[in-house]
C-alpha cells in the first residue's frame, strides 16, 4: 500500500510540474504493473529508483475518484467503501448462475466514506467475451457521504460458462467524468 501511495505522489508531481513533464516524456517506458496479481502494461516514467505511473490509471485500479485542479496544482483521491451485492427476483443473494440461461436480477450497493459529490450512478456487466452492457443508469437526487441503492430489475442471458463482471460508476459532479468504484464477479456455471 505504501509503495501505491509514493507511486500515485510521484505521479501527482509529474503532472503538476510543467519542466517535469518535458523531462518525463522523453524517458517514458512501458512497466509491468501487477494489481491483484494480474499483469497490466502501462505507460511509465522511470527516473533514477521510482517508477512513476499516470493517475487516471491508479484511479481505475484502486476504484477511485481523481479531482485535477491545474489551477491550483491540487489533486484529491475519494476512495469511497462500494459493498455489492446481487438479488435474484425472489430476493436472493446469488453469484453464480447455469448457463446458459436467462435470469432476472438486481442489485443492492451500500456506500459509505464518499467525500466528494456524485450526479449519477451506473452499473454494467461483461461477459466473458469482453462484451459490455449496462445494466442501469440513474441520477442521484442529493449526494450523500453514505447511502444505500437498488438498481432496477435487469434481465440478462447468460449465454456461455465463465466470469461476468459488474462494475459499478460514479459520476463526478464536477468533471462529469465516471470513474470506476467497485466490482462483483458472477460465475456462469
Given amino acids: 500500500m505504501r509503495k501505491i501511495i509514493k507511486l500515485t505522489i510521484l505521479a501527482l508531481c509529474i503532472m503538476i510540474l510543467p519542466g517535469t513533464m518535458i523531462y518525463a516524456a522523453s524517458n517514458q517506458s512501458e512497466v509491468s504493473l501487477y494489481f491483484n496479481n494480474v499483469v ?16 487516471e490509471q491508479l484511479s481505475k485500479n484502486l476504484f477511485a475518484l481523481i479531482a485535477l485542479d491545474e489551477t491550483s496544482k491540487t489533486v484529491r483521491i475519494y476512495k469511497p467503501n462500494v459493498n455489492m451485492v446481487l438479488l ?21 450497493l451500500q456506500v459509505d466514506h464518499l467525500k466528494t459529490e456524485i450526479s449519477d450512478i451506473k452499473l454494467t456487466i461483461t461477459d466473458p467475451a469482453d462484451k459490455t452492457e449496462t445494466i442501469d443508469n440513474q441520477q442521484i437526487k442529493k449526494s450523500e457521504e453514505n447511502f444505500w441503492f437498488k438498481t432496477n430489475e435487469f434481465t440478462y ?19 462529469k467524468t465516471w470513474y470506476p468504484v467497485s466490482e462483483i464477479d458472477v460465475f456462469g456455471i
Fill in 40 to 55: 497490466q502494461k502501462q505507460a511509465a516514467v522511470i527516473s533514477e529508483r521510482d517508477i512513476l505511473l499516470p493517475v
Fill in 88 to 108: 435474484d427476483n425472489n430476493g436472493e443473494i446469488f453469484g453464480k448462475v447455469k448457463s446458459p440461461s436467462r435470469f432476472a436480477f438486481s442489485t443492492l
Fill in 157 to 175: 442471458s447468460f449465454n456461455t460458462k465463465g466470469t461476468y463482471t459488474i462494475q459499478v460508476f460514479f459520476k463526478d459532479v464536477n468533471s
